[in-house]
């Protein structure tokens, strides 16, 4: 981690970068695979699997006998752990719900609006190194608070052909009936055009490597939504003097393990702070398992020192990070104050790994900058509101000329034409 | 307008089909547009508005001189309405705000989450044959209850040089500071990568032609959000033996109007209803001065008979209509069972037209079927939701073994330890 002394405002731009990545354009090749599996359905997916995950199937679809035997392969500490992040989680994104409430705009002219489900979605769920099982979680359980009637779930098959059972565990605790032995782009093509096994669907969310990423990108193209663009996990943590460096360390270290390309940022506002928690930071690194990672990650990443609380905050506005722990006693300056952050962690005792899996919150969040302009997932990210309006015959007629006045301004003549006719009629009735 | 007559379910995707649109390619102009506008900036902008709108301009923004004299050519009488409408899309709009409430999802543990604005945002409204003004309101009211600090509104000038002084004074009335009189790609470029003139922004809102919808497609690609993927307008409307034929016909032509490429669909439960609007159809449309234009927005339109008030409301939730007006008994029926729309008009005194401009519901709106995906334009558009979470030490206490558990059957090492440094260190104070 680069230790830097005293930024300037003018250098925030360029300190907020995140590392560029080599950007390969994967365009051509994610094309190849749509329109395989547009033409060829189940077929392609089987081929594709067989490419790159090693698997040969019979049947793409996870069986009621593997979800039964999955059940059985998960420890019952595990199952606890499992249900205590449901019930938080479920507490957090059930109270999101908004109550239909009409409002009347003038006297006779009432307006709502009502959510609705998006009625087909699909979770990717990666499979490689560690069975992101707490995804699922994130995903699925808002995805049954919302009311979506067609859920999908792609994960990719071990090379034996399986499913981590944690994975097939999570998903039927969420209530998930289909759940599809397919990753990678392939995956990704077969929600966007379905084939005889995979259901077609409106909007994708997960996460992915960077084939998927692209894969999400073109579904786009396609008219398929996305949850959100996706870049490298981060966290930005705020310390002074009543953090303990331990435990700072630790949630910098926990962010750097997720890849080597994750960066994590330090902000203190004195020396004395940064350097403790960076020996911390070595000394915890030389314990962890994925060190070779997280001394990649930690090359991206930086420990900034700016002695000015509003210079800090206004440096954690630019980089709008997707993490951000405050550590530090005037942590409701900065709470209040940021308006460029993806979820925020107040105090010593709140580590990010809380909001990772159980504390109720969501884990899917903006990186890249990107919580500049996006929220996390949540509720709202599995329904569609739609505006109702209902305008009595006095309604009309206070509204009616302003309606004509401005659609004849707008020389929208039959626009003006549908309130005149309506007001004519009225007037023969005597109205 | 085709008949159809008592379809079968098996036929409505293929009925709720828009009309197929020559997509030209346009991405690689409009590359060629962003790329100039990058580097060469103003002076860019300057020289294609020379060249596509015909006027030379000495400066690109809009003086507040302009502003003050566009304010004495808007008639009293628009005025008003327009302060009709603010007043109605106001109290719609700001009555979607949230307020922040904590859940505590265990002893220990609160969870919340706060709106904060997107800080900067960039409307485009269109030129050409209407100054769309009311576009204006839709956008800006709802930017300004959300707080955006930066708002900034390209639109293309006349030929002399001007902007419509409704478009002017309705942007004023907003609040808006920052007009810019540029249009098509390079205003959307402008907005991307930001000018001396032109303040970049982090999502663009704003219908257009199809060089616009192609630069926001490609301002996607540079980081930047869109309110929604767009298509043209189009209404269908629910009317049975209690609607008044002629009230539905001019609805339908309203929508008609809007250009050659709108959609109208009607819906009765029988033929004589349907026959009974089409006459009309056909009576008022040679009243209309944009006749050309509604004649062949209707050969791409449709009138179908479906007895079955089931099957009917199943056929509308294919279409997914941007507008539908329901005009017949039964439209509770409607309302409560439709999924996929943008916005619905109740009875027989609520024209679209009414939303369009004035009833207080936006009417930025999910066309070609988007709605099965998409909301409209509301304040949740102009927002970002931070989640905060706040954990105290018993809260940890009771959630940790969970994390850790969960942490450790993902193989994630370090997010375990973040947890089991704190509650070792708990341990020691005798926590």
């Not at 990672?293 to 930690?298: D, R, T, Y």
């Not at 020192?305 to 951000?324: C, G, K």
Request: proline share 5%; aromatic share 8%.
């Amino acid at each position: 981690m680069e230790l830097i002394l005293e930024s300037t405002p003018d250098s925030f731009a360029q300190l907020a970068q995140r590392p560029q990545l080599n950007k390969t354009d994967l365009n051509a090749g994610i094309e190849t695979i749509f329109q395989s599996v547009k033409t060829q359905g189940d077929a392609a997916l089987l081929q594709y699997t067989e490419q790159w995950d090693g698997a040969t199937l019979e049947q793409i679809l996870v069986t009621e006998a593997e979800l039964a035997v999955a059940k059985t392969l998960v420890s019952d500490s595990l199952k606890a752990a499992i249900e205590l992040a449901y019930q938080n989680i479920y507490a957090f994104h059930i109270a999101q719900r908004e109550p239909v409430q009409p409002i009347e705009t003038m006297p006779g002219v009432s307006c709502w609006r009502k959510s609705v489900p998006i009625q087909k979605i699909g979770l990717y769920i990666p499979g490689g190194s560690a069975p992101l099982f707490s995804t699922v979680l994130m995903l699925a359980i808002p995805a049954s608070i919302a009311g979506c009637r067609e859920v999908v779930l792609c994960t990719p098959p071990q090379s034996n052909g399986s499913i981590h059972p944690a994975i097939l565990y999570t998903a039927q605790r969420c209530g998930i009936k289909t759940i599809v032995k397919v990753g990678g782009a392939q995956a990704i093509a077969a929600m966007v055009f379905g084939t005889a096994s995979v259901p077609a669907v409106y909007k994708l969310f997960g996460p992915g490597n960077q084939y998927v990423t692209a894969a999400k990108q073109k579904a786009l193209q396609y008219g398929v939504a996305i949850d959100m663009p996706a870049g490298p996990s981060e966290v930005l943590v705020y310390a002074d003097e009543t953090a303990i460096p331990a435990f700072v360390a630790a949630d910098l270290l926990a962010q750097a393990e997720h890849g080597k390309d994750s960066q994590v940022i330090l902000v203190c506002p004195n020396q004395a702070i940064a350097e403790a928690v960076l020996r911390e930071v070595k000394q915890q690194t030389s314990t962890l398992p994925r060190g070779l990672v997280v001394n990649e990650a930690l090359l991206n990443s930086k420990a900034i020192v700016l002695s000015n609380a509003q210079r800090a905050l206004d440096f954690i506005n630019e980089y709008a990070p997707e993490h951000l722990i405050l550590a530090c006693t005037n942590s409701t300056f900065f709470s209040e104050g940021v308006y460029n952050a993806g979820s925020v962690f107040i105090g010593n005792y709140t580590p990010e790994s809380a909001g990772d899996y159980a504390s109720g919150t969501n884990h899917t969040l903006p990186t890249n900058a990107y919580a500049k302009t996006y929220s996390g997932v949540s509720l709202d990210s599995f329904i569609k509101k739609i505006t109702y309006q209902h305008i009595t015959e006095k309604g009309l007629q206070a509204i009616g000329s302003s309606i004509m006045t401005m659609a004849e301004a707008e020389l929208l003549h039959a626009h003006k034409q549908a309130v005149a006719i309506r007001l004519n009629y009225l007037k023969t009735l005597n109205y």
